[in-house]
C-alpha cells in the first residue's frame, strides 16, 4: 500500500510514518515544516519507502501528483496548539479550511479514502462529559480567537462528510484528545513537554488558571495505532470516531506528577489566563472522550498509563 500523510513531518505524523515503513508499506509526506520539523523525520530520510516533499498542503499540482501515486491520503496537516492558534488565527483558519478543501478535492478526483484528523477541541464549551460523538459542540464567542480552531476543524468535518454523503468519497473522520509522547514540542503551548522542560530545567512549572482543569493524555503510539486500523474498516466509513484517553488528571496534578518523576526543585506557580494566552481566554474545564465507538469497532483501548507516558517524555528531554 501506497500511504500520504499529509503533515507527516509534525509530531502525530512522524510517528503514523515510523508505523507504516514498519509495515512495510511506502509512504509519502508532504509538510511544509510550519510546525513540523525534519528532525521528526531524520531517521526515516534515507529510507527506500519513505518519501517527503516540503510543501504546503494548497499547493494543487504538487499535491495532485502525491495523491495521484498513493492508495489513501491521511490528512493531518493543520495549525496546531492553543498558543498559536491565539496568536495567528488568520493562519488558523486558513491553513484547516483551505488546506482540508484542497485535499478532498483532489482526492475525489480520483475517489481517494481520506482519513481527516480533527480535533477534541470541537466539543468546546459543553459539559456533556465524557464527549460522545454524537453529543452537541458548544462554541464560544468569535470574539474569542481560541474558538477558530474548533470552527475551522468542524468545517472540516462537515466537508468530509458532505464529501461522503455526496459524492461518495470514502471519508473517516478522528477526533484526537490530548495526545502526547516523544517529538512533541512545547512551542505551540502543549502542557506535558512545557512541564518536563520546564522541571528539568527548574525553572518554574507554569500551571494556568487555578489548575483545577482537567484533560485525559493519550500516548501517540497507541493514537497512530488507532488511525491505521480506522483507515482499514469499511465501516468507518462517512463515521467519527473520538480517539484518547479516559484516565483523567487535573493540571494541577499533571505538574505535581512531572515535578516528582523528575525529581525537580522547580516551584509550581500559577499563571492567570489572560497573561498565558490573551484577555478573556475561555478554558475548557472537562476534556474527557467517550471512546466506546472506536473500542467496538477496532477494539481501540490506551494501553500507556499517564505515569508510564511522562517517564517516556522526560527520558526524550532529558536526552535532547
Ligand atoms: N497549560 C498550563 N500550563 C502551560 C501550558 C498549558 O497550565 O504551560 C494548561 C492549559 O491551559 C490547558 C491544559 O494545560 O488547560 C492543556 O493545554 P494544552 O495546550 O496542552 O492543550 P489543550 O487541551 O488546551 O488543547
Redesign the pocket.
Known sequence: MRVLITGGAGFIGSHLSDAYVARGEEVFVVDDLSTGSMENIAHLKRHPRFHYTIDTVHNHPVLAELIDECDVVFHLAAAV???LIVESPVRTIETNVRGTEVVLSLANKKKKKVLVASTS?VYGLSDQVPFREDGNLVMGATTKGRWSYACSKAIDEFLALAYWRERKLPTVIVRLF?TVGPRQTGQY????P??VKQALAGRPI????D?K?T?CFGYVGDVVGALARLMERDEAVGQVFNIGSSEEVS?LELARRVKKLTQSDSEIVF?P?DE?YEEGFE??PR?VPDTTKARSLVGFEATESLDGILKKVIEYHSGQ
Do not use: S
Not at 503551548?189 to 506535558?192: D, E, K, S, T
Open positions: 496548539g492553543v498558543k477541541e490530548n503551548g502543549m502542557v506535558i512545557t512541564f507554569t500551571v494556568y488558571g489548575g482543569q484533560r493540571i499563571v489566563y498565558a478554558d475548557m476534556r
